[in-house]
């Protein structure tokens, strides 16, 4: 079965300081792959998205996330973070034709000043 | 253009009651989802609707059950609550099913079953 596997659960960072979240994916298949942002108390907000072509996509707030396909992997990073990026981040995946978004367990990004 | 909206936003049920979740979307979308999101596990898919009057289940449908009688409107029902319904409710909205179309949200209804 597909599957989407975030293995950090929280990630603590200083503001300021550059941030990597990783995700994975099992498919054989062609795939569309999302990185979407939950604040607190409210519902996910997509921040990018691959579909094909560039495999290094650049989202709002100055994320971005790069697709590997040989290691079905799409890693989000941001150069540089803020306070106001403290939330949950969940990677999703889409197996090509199938209707399924599949979301991993999402990682907690805390920045502390 | 209010999005993706979802009434109730808290609600606290004992065991066996019944409740209805109502989403609704202002962006003349075919297709609707409701999830839940449980610690630890992401989100996971309830039931679906590809156009109003259809539903289809998804990953997670038992205890749950849907209607779609208009378009702009998605509705989660839960006959008989059991404490293992307690969780934070999603509905979504999108234009296409499949390909690269993102999902819209709403904010969520935090259900808790006593």
């Known amino acids: 079965a597909q599957s989407v596997t975030q293995l950090d659960s929280q990630v603590p960072v200083f503001e300021e300081a550059p941030v990597e979240l990783r995700c994975n994916y099992s498919?054989?298949?062609?795939?569309?792959l999302f990185w979407y942002v939950q604040y607190p108390n409210q519902g996910l907000q997509l921040l990018l998205k691959?579909?094909?072509?560039?495999?290094l996509v650049k989202g709002i707030n100055g994320f971005e996330a790069e697709f590997n396909k040989s290691q079905t992997s799409f890693h989000l990073r941001k150069p540089s973070v803020h306070i106001s990026d403290t939330a949950e981040y969940f990677c999703a995946v889409r197996m090509d034709s199938s209707y399924k978004l599949i979301f991993g367990s999402g990682t907690r990004l805390l920045v502390r000043p | 253009n209010a999005g993706v909206t979802q009434t109730p936003k808290f609600r606290v049920l004992k065991t066996g009651q019944s409740m209805t979740l109502l989403c609704a979307q202002d962006?003349?979308?075919?297709?609707m989802y409701w999830y839940r999101q449980d610690p630890g596990m992401g989100l996971r898919l309830i039931h679906y609707s590809v156009g109003e009057g259809t539903t289809a289940k998804g990953e997670v449908p038992d205890g749950y059950n849907v209607s779609r009688l208009k378009k702009q409107n998605f509705l989660l029902g839960l006959e008989s609550a059991a404490p293992s319904q307690t969780s934070v409710y999603f509905c979504a909205s999108s234009l296409r099913l499949a390909g690269g179309h993102e999902q819209f949200f709403g904010p969520g209804t935090r259900l808790t079953v006593l």
């Open positions: 691959y579909l094909s072509g560039s495999t």
């Open positions: 962006m003349n979308h075919e297709y």
């Open positions: 498919s054989s298949v062609s795939v569309y």
